[in-house]
């Protein structure tokens, strides 16, 4: 612990404006009336704590309402209550469960720590109470907010189809895929970053897609079966049913929370046409974030509706889902999630005359980027070649065919894809 007249001097003007922005913000609120004198303006001792060891390079200060710390090239805050909260001693935490026992209510919301020191990489908080909380330096940088806001959750390759045919992403083969660690590990790595891949020398039966499927996640049953299998009879109210052309979409928008993969094995087709087209909406939504920030922030913002009516034989149905274009996570702005089909977007009731034209100008924008033809993937898909899609990132479409086409395939729930993912280590 070192701190020099100047240095201290300096801490406490700063920590003085400080207390001046708060009282500002009005987050004060005796302050005025309490300070009568200069001294008393500091009522803590407010000066950095340095270790030690100056080649561990940690400084901290104790704030009256937060917590700060220096270490590692990060500047970290920490909010007192959240201090508590995390405790990780075996009163406050079940370390086998994994779970909090701490009934975090049971916090006084203005609590301070009594003293703080530092030992070795361990900082100590001891509470009024006298319950002692131990933090690994290591472990605040990793679960601070200023470490996530640098992070993405998920690393991924956005693609356009030059990208991603010069990446030589290779299929992986049915055995390998079913029999080995590895096999689902590249499989996985290869979905995880481009947002879809392909299982090859699959056997063209719905039960062998079936097992595919259930290698990596629980089948996620809607309302059009566990397992679907379809052709263009229109026994179904969809333009999926019939032969005709359909432009990108992601499917499953009027779900309040959209299908997490699609998987696609095409067991037969006579026929002409009928090619498969992908489209990354993360790398046409990206183009449009360094175009046209503010229609990027639109996109995120609008809340819109979609729907699917259904009234065919036995199959009625109606799905209403809501949720903006673009979903970002609010701390890092990383793109999470694309809801994007036109063809069951609903009436648009959520938003005022003004900024329904800016967001029809922004859905433009992004209409044109996913629509740039060097963005495009065709492949045919062929029996034996199981496609999955991350349909809240990738969109599919298909060009119109002629002849009999036999297409089965089912949805996955998000959840155990990235269940699977990271029980192999990947990060997801
Ligand atoms: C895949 N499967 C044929 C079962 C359903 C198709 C759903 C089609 C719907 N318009 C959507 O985009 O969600
Ligand atoms: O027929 C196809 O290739 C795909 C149709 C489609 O978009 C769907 O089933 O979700
Ligand atoms: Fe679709």
Known sequence: ????????????????????????????????????????????????????????????????????????NNVMRFDYVWLRDHCRSASCYNSKTHQRSLDTASVDLCIQPKTIHLDETTLFFTW???????????????????GQKQKVIQPRILWNAEIYQQAQVPAVDFQTFLETKEGLKNFLQNFLLYGIAFVENVPPTQKHTEKVAERISLIRETIYGRMWFFTSDFSR??????????????????????????????LKHEG??????????????????????????????????????????????HMIGVGPVLNTYPWNKELYLIRYNNYDRAVINTVPYDVVHRWYTAHRTLTRELRRPENEFWVKLKPGKVLFIDNWRVLHGRESFTGYRQLCGCYLTRDDVLNTARLLGLQA
């Not at 300070?35 to 500091?42: A, E, G, I, P, V």
């Not at 920030?293 to 009625?316: A, D, M, R, T």
């Open 128 to 146: 009024p109470d006298g319950h002692v909380t131990r933090y690994d330096l290591d472990w605040l940088v990793k679960n601070s907010y200023e």
């Open 237 to 266: 109210g969809d333009t999926a049913y019939t032969n005709l052309a359909l432009d990108r979409h992601t499917d499953t928008t009027y779900f309040q929370e959209p299908c997490g993969i699609q998987v696609f094995h095409c």
């Open 272 to 317: 002409t046409g009928g090619r498969t087209l992908l489209v990354d909406g993360f790398y046409a939504a990206e183009q449009v974030l360094q175009k046209a920030p503010e229609e990027f922030e639109l996109l995120s913002k609008v809340p819109l509706k979609h729907e699917y009516i259904e009234n065919v034989g036995e199959c009625q149905n």
């Open 1 to 72: 612990m070192s701190s020099t007249g100047g240095q201290m001097w300096y801490h406490r003007l700063s920590h003085l404006q400080s207390r001046l922005q708060d009282l500002l913000r009005g987050r004060v609120t005796h302050w005025a009336l309490q300070q009568s004198n200069f001294k008393s303006l500091f009522p803590l001792a407010i000066y950095w704590h340095h270790t030690a060891s100056k080649s561990l390079n940690c400084v901290w200060q104790q704030h009256e309402d937060h917590f700060e710390l220096q270490y590692a």
